[in-house]
């Protein structure tokens, strides 16, 4: 099955600086890749996804890139804020199936 | 995408008792998921449930620990049956279809 891999695990930037967590899958047959954004006490909220046949999609302070080739994913936030302090989780997707990486805390210090 | 109102939001129970998580989706959703999600853990699938169907459980969950309902394709609900304090987690519904899939705000169950 597939296997998803997410890093780091914690994350601590200065706010204003950009953070990049990174993700690789190992089924090629993995087409939608969604990215996750979990505050405490909810569930996860999508905030950017890609599909397979697209490299690169940005909505604002957030992009998402995709390179097939080496099967991996990674979100870009940049000018981060206070607010993008969350538990980020990526995931792969074959049909109805996702494949869950396992986090990031991402902190943004004032 | 679809809105899904899942209730409770948090409970605390005793062990050896149930309860019921309930997931109201506000369009209908062709497929509904169920998750735990463990402290400081990613979500784990315990089960994929289709309308007029048995669901379908992962390795190491099982029907009589929890029991899945989805009369329609609207809602669905999910029992945590005689529980004990390793049952303790989030647990979060995820429904959806070709337009997308949502999850829930998820349930915070502490059983004591």
């Known amino acids: 099955g597939e296997n998803v891999e997410q890093h780091p695990s914690t994350l601590s930037v200065q706010e204003g600086d950009s953070a990049v967590i990174k993700c690789t899958y190992s089924d090629s047959a993995s087409n939608y890749f969604p990215w996750y954004k979990q505050e405490l006490g909810k569930g996860p909220q999508l905030i950017i996804d890609?599909?397979?046949?697209?490299g690169e999609k940005k909505d604002q302070r957030i992009a998402v890139t995709l390179n097939k080739t080496a099967k991996h994913f990674s979100l870009h936030i940049t000018e981060t804020q206070p607010e993008d302090s969350a538990v980020y989780f990526c995931?792969?997707?074959?049909?109805?199936?996702?494949?869950f990486g396992t986090g990031t805390s991402l902190t943004v210090i004032p | 995408s679809a809105v899904i109102s899942q209730k409770p939001s948090r409970d605390i129970c005793q062990r050896g008792t149930s309860l019921t998580i309930q997931c109201q989706v506000d369009s209908q959703v062709t497929m509904m998921f169920w998750y735990r999600q463990q402290p400081g853990q990613s979500l784990t699938l315990i089960a994929t449930?289709?309308?007029?169907?048995?669901?379908?459980?992962e390795s190491g969950f099982v029907i009589d620990k929890f029991p899945i309902s989805r009369p329609n394709l609207t809602f669905s609900t999910l029992t945590v049956s005689n529980m004990s304090p390793e049952d303790s987690s989030i647990y979060l519904c995820?429904?959806?279809?070709?337009?997308?899939?949502?999850f829930g705000s998820g349930t915070r169950l502490t059983v004591v």
């Open positions: 995820r429904g959806g279809g070709l337009s997308g899939y949502t």
């Open positions: 449930a289709n309308q007029g169907s048995e669901a379908t459980y």
């Open positions: 890609i599909r397979s046949n697209v």
């Open positions: 995931a792969a997707s074959i049909g109805n199936q996702f494949y």
